[in-house]
């Protein structure tokens, strides 16, 4: 049986290892859970659309979950790369909503994207947020309308600004 | 609103209904699925989805088509069309066809976010005048027309059944029976009720002023006429136009009011362009029409294109078994008013109003009641509060006026200490008058007087 508390961070791709354990730890202390992470080992040009110049996100995220069904607790895939599902220009990330995995990405937190400087410390406050947000929805929680909850739907780069990477009481207590 | 948001996708293609599926899971809402147009239409034979998020291009039935289907079935929820940028065209014409809006895919997932925050904001606005409109319709009831006798309840029926109508109606009784609330009662319950109730006193003015008050008036029509005018028949379209003392109006009235029924057209005085509105009308008479057609003085095809339906408003001495229950509305009424603790009436009070016939209805009883809630102790109703006591009906005082003005005043200023300023609010006076009035009688306290 699954331990629920349990957490594993993906990394596919190169991503910074201190950028993944500075993650790592943002969610140990928001999740108060043992968070471990780790490398995967994946190629990515299978699930590149080329009409679309982006990675699929369905199939990454179905990947993910039938390569770490056996891990205990939940699984976040982490990736580098511009994801997309079907029907949506972009996403941040997904999950299961009530399952055990997800895939989020930085690639559209990055404020270079934009046009913008780069800002690593935004970069990792973005990308912790999004972590925690899909982790959210793997326990259960849908989108809060508590503004500055981290369950607060984000579009945008801007949202997630506005947003803490902390659950409000409401959705906090549902995880408990 | 607490209610949650159904919403039903349909498209053809598995990883579209799967994507959305989840995008709309994660935001609360309770998602559906089919795959095709005519699964969604069997799903909506037995379920209803406040919103339709539909593919424009699918194989057998399009999303089009599709939209069409879903409004004969009387299905309230909004359709969005999610169309390719090569299908535009199609989009557009869905928009024609009544559907809410489209958005070509693949979504800006904020785009996606408002356009369904919009939608939801569009069903909340309408289930919200729903009720709204329940509430007035429930305001709008017979609550003012009181009564449990039969005669009452005979008319109360009546008001029922002819509301739901387009005829005429002539609604007759004594002064002060209440006819003007049949009225009221028959519009705020028929399907007319959104639009305006208009009335028209027809005895409170002369001939030419009632022409351009019922018809209206174009500038420059006669002298005075200074802006162009609507008439209150322009006013009362869609709803009801209501003619108050319809037997007061001159022989040339009837003939304009005649054409006016039957057409439903008419020129406003001085015009020469011709004015629809539909309206219906109610009648009001305290006289019998029926013989003043014999005598000749109401013209007959008037009288029975206006009389489709009669209702008989009878006097209070018919049905004195609602005087309690009248008192009792009154006094609430008018406690809630004055801002007071509704008050009780003394047994004797009511007795006394129940032996009066009430030549003034319905009117002079609530006139009563009114008056003795401001002349009384503000505990209950008494006998002595009521112009009846003596046993006589609403005697007229001997003394002259002064006389009177002069009792009154000072009762007034017995009862509350010689406070002047109390006094004076209570005689609807300021302060000076009062004091001139004090000065004019030489009124003193009863102390002064003593020594």
């Known amino acids: 049986m699954k331990e629920q508390k349990t957490i594993t961070l993906v990394a596919f791709g190169y991503i910074d290892r201190s950028f993944v354990e500075n993650v790592a730890l943002a969610v140990e202390i928001e999740l108060n859970t043992e968070v471990t992470t780790m490398e995967g080992h994946l190629d990515l040009s299978n699930y590149y659309d080329v009409k679309r110049r982006q990675y699929n996100g369905d199939e990454l995220l179905k990947f993910v979950d039938n390569s770490y069904n056996s891990y205990p607790g939940k699984t976040m895939g982490l990736f580098g790369v511009d994801l997309f599902i079907p029907i949506l220009t972009h996403i941040f990330g997904q999950a299961y909503l009530n399952g055990n995995t997800g895939v989020v990405s930085h690639f559209r937190l990055n404020n270079e994207f934009y046009g913008l400087k780069a800002n690593k410390q935004l970069l990792q406050e973005r990308f912790i947020k999004v972590v925690i947000h899909e982790l959210g929805h793997t326990y259960g929680l849908t989108h809060c309308h508590v503004p500055t909850c981290v369950m607060r739907s984000s579009t945008y780069v801007e949202d997630l600004d506005q947003k803490s990477s902390s659950f409000c009481d409401n959705c906090r207590e549902s995880i408990n | 609103m607490s209610k949650k948001i159904s919403i039903l996708i349909v498209d053809d293609e598995k990883s579209v209904t799967d994507s959305l599926y989840n995008w709309f899971i994660e935001d609360g809402y309770y998602v559906k699925c089919a795959a095709s147009a005519k699964e969604a239409l069997t799903i909506l034979e037995s379920e209803t989805y406040h919103i339709i998020l539909a593919d424009i291009k699918m194989p057998g039935m399009d999303g089009l088509e599709m939209h069409r289907r879903i409004k004969s079935l009387n299905q309230d929820s909004i359709v969005i069309m999610m169309t390719a940028f090569a299908s535009v065209d199609t989009a557009v014409q869905a928009l024609k066809d009544g559907a809410y809006d489209y958005i070509t895919k693949p979504f800006d997932p904020d785009d996606l976010s408002h356009l369904i925050r919009n939608a939801t904001s569009q069903i909340n606005l309408k289930e919200e005048n729903k009720t709204l409109k329940d509430k007035i319709s429930s305001l709008e009831n017979v609550e003012d027309l009181i009564g449990e006798s039969e005669a009452m309840m005979q008319v109360l029926e009546q008001v029922q059944s002819v509301a739901s109508s387009n005829s005429s109606v002539i609604i007759s009784g004594e002064s002060g029976t209440g006819k003007e609330l049949v009225a009221r009662a028959i519009h705020s319950n028929s399907p007319r009720k959104y639009f305006p109730l208009v009335s028209v006193h027809c005895g409170a003015l002369p001939e030419n002023l009632l022409e351009s008050e019922l018809f209206g008036h174009e500038k420059g029509a006669f002298t005075g006429a200074m802006f162009n005018r609507k008439g209150r028949f322009e006013m009362a379209d869609g709803g009801t136009i209501f003619l108050d003392e319809i037997a007061t109006i001159s022989a040339k009235m009837q003939v ?193 007087e003593n020594h």
């Open chain 2, 256 to 448: 304009e009011l005649l054409r006016v029924l039957e057409s439903g057209k008419f020129m406003r005085v001085g015009g020469n362009k011709e004015i629809s509105s539909d309206f219906r009308v109610i009648c009001a008479t305290n006289k019998d029409l029926k013989k003043m057609v014999e005598n000749g003085t109401f013209r007959e095809d008037l009288y029975y294109r206006l009389n489709v339906v009669d209702i008989k408003v009878p006097p209070l001495r018919e049905r004195k078994e609602d005087i309690p229950v009248l008192v009792d509305y009154f006094i609430e009424k008018y406690c809630k008013s004055m801002n007071r603790e509704k008050v009780d009436i003394d047994k004797a009070a009511i007795k006394r109003l129940e032996e009066y016939d009430f030549p003034g209805n319905v009117r002079e009883l609530e006139n009563m009641i009114e008056r003795a809630l401001v002349i009384g102790n503000s505990k209950s109703i008494r006998l002595k509060d009521l112009p009846l006591e003596s046993g006589e009906q609403a005697t007229t005082p001997v003394e002259s006026l002064n006389e009177n003005e002069k009792k009154h005043i000072k009762n007034i200023l017995d009862k509350y200490d010689w406070n002047i300023s109390r006094a004076a609010k209570i005689l609807q006076v300021d302060r000076a008058t009062l004091y001139n009035k004090i000065k004019k009688y030489n009124l003193k306290t009863s102390g002064q």
